[in-house]
């Protein structure tokens, strides 16, 4: 079977400039918009981070090393602002929840938008709520995994370093298991990532299509993947590629309107309806890669008289 690549790119592309560009309908742009931001709510976009230096010699690590103990120290000693932090961790925890199952619906509506080039909200709101809660449920077991799995490791890694830091000529090997332990918890990062990936570019479709649970989705699309492993890790590659210069070409003009298109794209909802055409394409292109796959894997009508995918 030859998959390709550019060529999907290219056809979720020109699907982008028929339903946005021709013709140009403001409306249609904040409609199918508000689907794009519901469906990207809790989508990791980037981050930030800081790096600092110490000096030489093992006491330059002491308050590391002793960080859980005094933290179990501030925590008793300060009850009353335990109790507020507990109480601001729920709300963030709730907020989550909720965001979660509005991202885990949007997902459906702004893919059903996609597919039959149209702008509704209530319609595929409803008409793919099982689906949705089906997304909604797996996505909050998969954190729950990945908060265990993540937190292991690094609780792991910090028993590792403890130990060496008890131990004399701590400062001279403390780099390298430090490196090799960073360097699994990037690698971790990436495997939650590509997972997330796959989810979203296609379990999601084939719960579209088929009207089918996540699960069932994804047993369905793990024969399909196991077969066909490189073309995924290849579609990997190709959509950080085309990330990588979208970030560029945002930072570029960001940087050429004085800063402005910045201030713009900190306003969610007109970040989604200004970057929908690169949203579009993306999920065009990810529906347009499944469907090389065979008839099983056709999302998108064949033909002006299909109304919608198939029900099983």
């Excluded at 298109?261 to 970057?275: A, E, K």
């Amino acid at each position: 079977m030859n998959i390709l690549y550019f060529e999907p790119l290219g056809r979720g592309w020109s699907r982008m400039k028929k339903a946005l560009f021709e013709p140009f309908d403001i409306k249609k742009w904040f409609v199918v918009g508000f689907t794009a931001f519901l469906a990207e709510l809790t989508d990791c976009h980037g981050g930030n981070g800081a790096r600092g230096g110490t000096g030489p010699g093992k006491t330059d690590f002491r308050d590391l090393m002793d960080l859980p103990a005094r933290a179990r120290a501030w925590f008793l000693d300060n009850p009353a602002l335990t109790g507020l932090i507990i109480a601001g961790a729920i709300v963030i925890v709730v907020l989550f929840v909720v965001l979660v199952w509005l991202s885990s619906r949007g997902k459906f509506m702004f893919l059903d938008n996609v597919v039959h080039d149209r702008a509704q909200v209530a319609k595929p709101w409803f008409d793919f709520a099982a689906q949705g809660n089906s997304l909604f449920l797996w996505t909050l077991s998969f954190v729950l995994v990945v908060i265990v799995v993540l937190g292991s490791y690094m609780a792991g890694c910090f028993s590792a370093l403890h130990d060496l830091y008890e131990q004399d000529g701590f400062s001279a090997v403390f780099p390298f298991p430090s490196i090799w332990m960073l360097l699994g918890f990037f690698v971790l990062l990436i495997l939650v990532g590509f997972i997330e990936l796959l989810l979203s570019g296609f379990v999601v479709p084939i719960m579209y299509r088929n009207r089918i649970t996540a699960m069932r989705a994804w047993s369905m699309f793990w024969g399909l993947f196991m077969s066909n492993p490189l073309q995924f890790v290849g579609y990997g590659l190709v959509v950080f590629v085309v990330k990588i210069c979208i970030i560029t070409g945002v930072v570029l003009v960001g940087l050429l309107t004085c800063c402005v298109g910045f201030l713009v794209l900190l306003i969610p909802y007109l970040s989604s309806v200004v970057l929908l055409p690169v949203s579009y394409a993306m999920r065009g292109f990810s529906v347009e890669f499944l469907e090389q796959f065979g008839p099983d894997y056709q999302i998108a009508p064949k033909s002006p008289g299909d109304q919608g995918p198939a029900q099983q």
